[in-house]
């Protein structure tokens, strides 16, 4: 065996082993995750709270359109009576819906609990939830008050990492009574991110090296923002087996210069659309008539939501739809 | 001439106008307070909200059935209840003690420096109660009790920087141009460092939003206890020293020869005005223009004797932010903006229109 291929048989062995890791995590999740009585629960959620919600609660209050993403996906819509929106004047259901989500999960204004610039507190308590499920775009101080001044349960669900997002799917499923549901949502799920790791491990054993990337979901006259450390953008690029230009950023949401971008000239680059941004917003930052990958054909838009938004969906399209960018043969082989 | 303060022949006088516009003011802020709660997010016909108001006021003795008529949420009258009493008065009520604490700290520190443009939030005060916020956001402090830990941050990073500004005060160098340069150069240096700490996460920046703009909702009758007592009591204390104030404003010099050690009182009364600020800040961000503007308003209309001016600021100030509180849901129905984009929409005109003062009796060799 020659001194290069222990190393990537190594590789392949870790990606197995982490992969193997990760699924018993999600196991013993599950089996020690306690439950107290029939038609309740008793749950420990992603910020470290305890709390006990009702199974099957008939309303519900969304906070956080990758939460909305998840009960869509798990049929649980028809529980959901309100949803997160932004003042009414400064945008309302659109400023954290896209037209596309608000026709495929039929929300409408009457629905919206203003989570900013301020929380509305009577909106919330006007549609009489069950059960609130919030992501950390409401602020915690605002959380533990419903909870405790209005003994309204509230889950929070902010994954930190991919497994994260399947695991929240199961406890969902755990809380709503849909196990069938929420077993073929977490397996579609795991199946997509095993699929991302083989590609991952056949490239490093066939020595293929990952091509560079500036994945950007934003732009102006200084440069292109991009993914850095610790987020979902840089995780998702890393197992689509991309070597994003700004892994190594200090900050987890970098703006990188034009000269920065120039410097690196990545293979690839792909830009955030939606949110009235398109390619042509893209074209007018610096230096991206020099960048090659614009020049070659090899810059693709992505809907912004994929690398942004923790949710199912960031795992069944934006994954797959990367990979198929960054490495086109794997996905039509 | 008789020092500010002192007995007069008039003092019978002013003191029945003292009463006087202390009571008008009183009863205009008292039917702030009742009228405030019509209005709101979420559409409750006026007769229904002051049902809701008698009933729970009398603890159930009138009108039985507050709710009868009116269109009921899915959680029913007890849900109404829930809205007009818990959350809409509550609001009300911590808007006053708020506005109130703000005002009187105002007019405390404009006497102290000598300086109709000193304002709370000047000496970094609420940027300290922001940092202390921010802190526990960005580095989750245990999470599970951040509704106390938030605002107890928040009061500690205020306190902090107060304490500061307290140790410029007792030092050789007190002078008050220095308190106010102390004060500025705080206040950029805490927001230098709260910027830096929202770089590296994002996401609590969100909920720092909350303290940079001011906002009155998600608090409840816990919280509006706590901040009512402390301004109650700081505020009080404060009132009590209208005298020294007016001997203040005659200059150190004088002030010490009518028996009052000015170096000690200047103290005093900045610890109790931080602690009162502190208390506000920790509740409800940054709110801007209410200290400033409050004393002002009274020393119009009432003089400048701090006897009045100190509980009229009070008075003023939870005026003040009621009625911003209210043209807000006015100007925007259905809407909750931050309470201080309104303050500052008052306050900052009013604050160019004192600078234009202040040079045009200067210019005019005026004081």
């Not at chain 1, 982490?18 to 749950?43: E, F, M, N």
């Not at chain 1, 059960?131 to 994954?159: C, N």
């Not at chain 1, 970098?254 to 690196?264: I, K």
């Not at chain 2, 506000?280 to 801007?288: E, P």
Request: net charge negative; aromatic share 8%.
């Amino acid at each position: 065996m020659s001194s290069r291929t222990v190393p990537l048989a190594w590789f392949v062995v870790a990606v197995i082993l982490a992969a193997g890791i990760s699924v018993t995590g999600v196991a013993t999740y599950y089996a020690t995750r306690p439950s107290t009585s029939p038609g309740s629960l008793t749950i420990t959620d992603d910020l470290g709270r305890r709390d006990t919600v009702t199974t099957d609660p008939a309303r519900v209050v969304v906070l956080g359109p990758s939460i909305m993403d998840s009960m869509y996906r798990l049929g649980l819509r028809s529980h959901v009576v309100g949803v997160d929106c932004y003042a009414p004047s400064l945008g309302g259901l659109s400023s954290d819906y896209s037209s596309d989500q608000v026709t495929l999960w039929n929300l409408s204004s009457s629905m919206c609990v203003q989570t900013g610039p301020v929380f509305n507190i009577e909106q919330l308590l006007a549609l009489a939830p069950k059960l609130v499920l919030a992501s950390t775009i409401v602020s915690v101080g605002a959380v533990e008050q419903i909870t405790q001044t209005y003994h309204i349960p509230v889950v929070m669900l902010q994954p930190a990492t991919l497994t994260g997002i399947v695991l929240d799917d199961d406890l969902l499923g755990e809380v709503f009574g849909v196990p069938t549901a929420s077993s073929a949502l977490v397996a579609s799920l795991q199946n997509q991110i095993f699929r991302a790791a083989s590609l991952q491990a056949n490239l490093t054993a066939n020595g293929t090296p990952f091509p560079t990337v500036l994945v950007t979901y934003s732009v102006d006259g200084n440069g292109y923002w991009s993914f850095g450390p610790t987020t979902f953008g840089q995780s998702l690029i890393e197992l689509a087996s991309g070597a994003s230009i700004a892994a190594n950023a200090t900050l987890p949401y970098p703006e990188l210069s034009g000269e920065q971008v120039l410097l690196s000239d990545p293979a690839f680059v792909v830009y955030g659309t939606g949110y009235g941004l398109n390619e042509s917003t893209y074209a007018a930052g610096p230096f991206w008539s020099q960048l090659s990958a614009p020049h070659d054909g090899q810059a693709f838009g992505l809907d912004s939501n994929y690398f942004t938004e923790p949710d199912p969906t960031m795992i069944l399209l934006g994954l797959p739809q990367l990979i198929s960018v960054l490495h086109p043969a794997s996905s039509t082989a | 001439m008789a020092a500010p303060g002192a007995s007069s022949p008039a003092s019978s006088k002013a003191h029945g106008r003292r009463t006087w516009v202390l009571g008008l003011l009183l009863g205009l802020l008292g039917l702030g307070v009742l009228i405030s709660p019509l209005l709101g997010t979420v559409a409750i016909s006026p007769e229904t909200v002051l049902r809701i108001l008698f009933h729970q006021a009398s603890g159930g003795a009138l009108f039985s059935d507050p709710c009868a008529g009116a269109s009921v949420p899915a959680s029913g009258c007890a849900g109404l209840i829930e809205i007009v009493w818990d959350a809409r008065l509550s609001e009300v009520m911590l808007a006053v003690v708020v506005g109130a604490g703000l005002g009187i700290s105002g007019g405390t520190l404009q006497g102290v420096f000598r300086n109709p443009l000193a304002d709370p939030f000047l000496l970094g005060i609420s940027s300290g109660g922001t940092l202390g916020a921010a802190v526990v956001v960005v580095f989750q402090i245990d999470v599970a009790q951040q509704n106390l830990l938030l605002p107890l941050f928040a009061f500690i990073g205020a306190i902090a920087t107060s304490v500061v500004i307290l140790a410029a005060a007792r030092s050789r160098f007190g002078s008050v141009e220095t308190l106010l340069l102390t004060g500025v150069a705080l206040s950029s240096f805490l927001s230098s460092i709260l910027s830096l700490l929202l770089l590296y996460n994002p996401t609590g920046s969100l909920q720092v939003d909350f303290w940079l703009l001011g906002n009155l909702g998600s608090l409840d009758w816990t919280q509006d206890g706590i901040a009512f007592g402390v301004v109650l009591v700081a505020g009080t204390l404060l009132a009590t020293h209208g005298r020294e104030l007016n001997l203040l404003q005659l200059g150190p010099d004088v002030a010490q020869s009518l028996g009052v050690d000015s170096r000690k009182i200047r103290v005093r009364l900045l610890l109790l005005a931080s602690v009162t600020t502190a208390a506000a800040v920790a509740f409800t961000g940054i709110i801007g223009f209410v200290g400033l503007v409050s004393p002002h308003v009274v020393r119009r209309v009432a003089g400048s004797d701090y006897r009045l001016v100190l509980p009229g600021a009070a008075l003023v100030g939870g005026g003040f932010l009621l009625a911003a509180r209210d043209l807000s849901l006015v100007a925007f129905p259905g809407t909750l903006l931050p309470i201080g984009i309104f303050t500052s929409f008052a306050g900052a005109p009013f604050f160019a229109y004192l600078l234009y003062r202040r040079r045009q009796s200067s210019t005019m060799g005026g004081t």
